[in-house]
């Protein structure tokens, strides 16, 4: 089965569906691996994670999956990739990040993450997990910065409850509502604009304010 990925992003409603039919019970490992990538492994925030909450509820709602299995296999997977990533975080993290012109290791978003745990401080690991990107650095700079494993593994608890839960549940209660499943790619859009949405307003905020601080007269 072949994958446009700007394909698959805007129509994980068809496709869940689709790997449902053809692989079953296997579609549990398949989401749950998606989910523990995107939170575990830094070089990965490009996965989808909000949207395919949303939509995995929806076909929960519908037959295809136990919906109380899929939270809980789901939370774990998150559980533990934010742990996998504190882990590489903590003991690896300041050698990745060296190189300022990696591309895959990229700096201008580990210094994203840093600016938001600056401002935020330690439930900058619960918070982050309705940010795109920053969820998927939030751990590995909570590593770097040595935070003590029991107070990040608390935060990270709650935010993944909140994260999977919530958005499992909406899908669920509300993914095979008429409209919005007529509707549901757009919706997939606004999920991912909605996500990003406290990032952009955040980096327009940082410009204004160093274009401001420029024009200040010394």
Known sequence: MDFN????????????????????????AILFLVIFCETGLVVMPFLPGDSLLFIAGAVAAGGGMDPVLLGGLLMLAAILGDSTNYVIGRTAGER????????????????????????????????????????????????????????????????TILWVGGLVTLGYFFGNVPFIKKNLSLLVV?????????????????????????????
């Open 96 to 159: 990745l990040f060296s190189n300022p012109n990696s591309k895959i290791f990229r700096r201008d978003y580990l210094q994203q993450t840093h600016d938001f745990y600056d401002k935020h401080g330690g439930k900058t690991v619960t918070l982050a997990r309705f940010l795109p990107i920053i969820r998927t650095f939030a751990p590995f700079v909570a590593g770097v910065g040595k935070m003590p494993y029991p107070r990040f593994f608390a935060f990270s608890v709650l935010g």
């Open 190 to 218: 606004g999920i991912i604009l909605l996500s990003l949405l406290p990032m952009i307003i955040s980096v327009i905020r940082s410009r204004l304010g160093h274009a401001a601080s420029k024009a200040e007269p010394r």
């Open 5 to 28: 990925p700007i394909d698959l992003i805007l129509h994980l409603d068809v496709y869940l569906d689709m790997l449902v039919t053809n692989y079953g019970a296997w579609i549990y």
